[in-house]
Nanobody, 124 residues
Framework: QVQLVEAGGGSVQAGGSLTLSCEVS???????MGWFRQVAGKEREWVAA???????NYASFVKGRFTISRDNANNMVYLQMNNLQPEDTGMYYC???????????????????WGQGTQVTVSS
């Protein structure tokens, strides 16, 4: 059974930093690993993704502030978030695919496995 477990959320003031981590267990390989976020009443939106070759991609609203990385040996993915702003508040989810090539790592539909989420709250 595949499980993704996020950690590292919390409450910070604007300008602060948090590092989210996600541990994946129960499977062997993903091409795409990503972070998404969701605010109540809104659709889940893509934040960042990293493929198995280490190439990263970011949504425009986090570019330059967030950094995604993955540790393939330990099935971990991280999201370093700097200069957090109130609009970054939301539930953050990590996700992984089944290891198929050719998918868009920025698309929700690419991902087969999701964590339960970790809450990030940024106050002004």
């Amino acid at each position: 059974q595949v499980q993704l477990v996020e950690a590292g959320g919390g409450s910070v003031q604007a300008g602060g930093s948090l590092t989210l981590s996600c541990e994946v267990s129960g499977y062997t390989y993903s091409v795409c690993m990503g972070w998404f976020r969701q605010v109540a009443g809104k659709e889940r939106e893509w934040v960042a993704a990293v493929n198995d070759g280490g190439s990263t991609n970011y949504a425009s609203f986090v570019k330059g502030r967030f950094t995604i990385s993955r540790d393939n040996a330990n099935n971990m993915v991280y999201l370093q978030m700097n200069n957090l702003q109130p609009e970054d508040t939301g539930m953050y989810y990590c996700a992984a695919d089944r290891g198929w090539y050719g998918n868009n790592c920025a698309a929700v539909a690419t991902y087969n496995y999701w964590g339960q989420g970790t809450q990030v709250t940024v106050s002004s």
